[in-house]
């Protein structure tokens, strides 16, 4: 991964090009991702998901999402399905026994008059034969994939008893034949439309935690100027401008602040302010570089990357004031923290001997640190908005691709783009 253009270079001043805006998303959807799924993990739900019958019909595979989402989880073992079925059949449960699968999904798609898509599925749990209830979505030929999300989102939650991502939202930055765009796209990295694009460099994208707004950095007057942009009309606005960088956004969890590094009074330093640009604070008084500054979730801290101790670090301040604690202590360069949901998290990058960067993942309470990438040039994790799962960027076979991972690094999924490198990833919220 070109280092210049990465995450890694806040520490090296920003030092980007140009952005220029060219519309929101009502434009076209980008050519689609390939996801590639590895690993085994140690604790999976063996699930049965044939083919929807006339699914065809509804322009997208529908079921080979819902597979897909599954098993990109970690939680979930998809199991062969040869025999067809839909949501009104009647499973012969030894046959599924026999297959070892504990749960069976089967649905159907149907176009209606208007020419909405009508998705049906049922749930059955196969150990017990019990039917575990199902949905009914009418939907847009254009919903369809999210209808299908959605579904796996259902069948996630009443499995494991927890909320699924599957329709939640990423952004990222996509680089081919020396343009730049800022993209929103589904959690699998599939139809993505254009927020922004460029001649140069677009960085640092935030979501604002009601998903309306993206925060980033843009040049286009030639400095770094940090813009929030919102997607469903494309209006955007200059948030911070001062004399000098204005860069590493990051949104409060209320939604409400904005902390960000600003070089107006020399060095870089961090400061936060209200989302509507006033308010101005500066949070810290050191000479080193303090940037990549990210909210706990609570609210009452801040988790950042200074040099303040001879090489690039992560600490934590408390918003209330007093001294920036030290957080990593492995080796000598970690960087780009990102903090899970419940707090008790945190992912970041470091550099290993040799130039290799890697992601980590590291307990806050007791300290201990696992590496859960085999890559070598990783950046920018983001944490699923469950905390189940992270996305990063890296390069294989030469390109710059994203990955998401479980937290144990066990099961990772690969989205890669024939079209383009890809960088610069950011989970959305919940809200869609």
Not at 2 to 18: D, E, Y
Not at 143 to 160: G, M, P, S
Not at 260 to 269: A, F, I, P, V
Request: aromatic share 8%.
């Amino acid at each position: 991964m070109n280092v210049s253009l990465s995450r890694r270079a806040a520490l090296g001043g920003l030092a980007q090009s140009t952005a220029l805006a060219l519309g929101a998303l009502a434009m076209p959807s980008w050519a689609q991702f390939r996801v590639e799924i590895s690993g085994v993990g140690g604790s999976q739900i063996p699930i049965a998901l044939p083919d929807f019958r006339d699914e065809a019909r509804s322009g997208q595979a529908v079921a080979a999402i819902i597979r897909a989402d599954l098993e990109r989880s970690g939680q979930f073992r998809i199991v062969d399905a040869p025999v067809p079925m839909f949501e009104g059949s009647s499973p012969a449960w030894n046959d599924w026994r026999a297959r070892n699968a504990d749960a069976l999904a089967a649905g159907s798609a149907t176009r209606l008059a208007d020419g909405r898509i009508d998705l049906r599925y049922k749930l059955w749990d196969v150990v017990k034969g019990q039917d575990l209830g199902g949905e009914a979505h009418a939907v847009a030929s254009d919903d369809v994939r999210l209808a299908a999300h959605r579904i796996a989102d259902a069948i996630y939650q009443k499995l494991t008893g927890e909320r699924g991502v599957f329709a939640t939202r990423m952004a990222y930055v996509t680089k081919a034949g020396g343009r730049y765009t800022l993209r929103i796209a589904d959690a699998d990295g599939e139809g993505g439309q254009v927020a922004l694009a460029s001649p140069d460099p677009i960085i640092s994208p935030a979501w604002s935690p009601n998903g309306r707004e993206l925060a980033y950095v843009s040049f286009e007057t030639r400095k770094a100027v940090v813009w929030i942009q919102d997607l469903s009309t494309g209006r955007r606005r200059v948030l911070a401008d001062f004399r000098g960088t204005n860069s590493a956004p990051s949104f409060s969890p209320d939604g409400q602040q904005v902390a960000l590094t600003l070089s107006r009074e020399g060095g870089s330093q961090l400061f936060i302010m209200n989302r509507d640009g006033g308010g101005l604070r500066r949070l810290t008084q050191s000479s080193a570089i303090d940037t990549e500054s990210v909210f706990s979730p609570d609210g009452r801290s801040i988790y950042f990357v200074s040099d303040r101790g001879g090489g690039p670090q992560i600490y934590r301040m408390s918003l209330a004031g007093g001294a920036a604690e030290r957080v990593t202590f492995n080796g000598g360069y970690n960087i780009s923290p990102a903090i899970s949901p419940d707090g008790r998290t945190m992912a970041f990058i470091t550099r290993l001997n040799g130039g290799t960067f890697r992601l980590c993942v590291m307990d806050l309470a007791s300290g201990a640190v696992q590496q859960i990438s085999d890559t070598s040039d990783d950046e920018s994790p983001s944490f699923s908005p469950n905390g189940r799962l992270l996305v990063y960027a890296t390069r294989v076979g030469g390109r710059d691709v994203l990955m998401t991972s479980t937290l144990d690094g066990k099961i990772k999924a690969k989205l890669i783009s024939s079209l383009a490198d890809v960088r610069e990833p950011t989970w959305g919220p919940f809200n869609r």
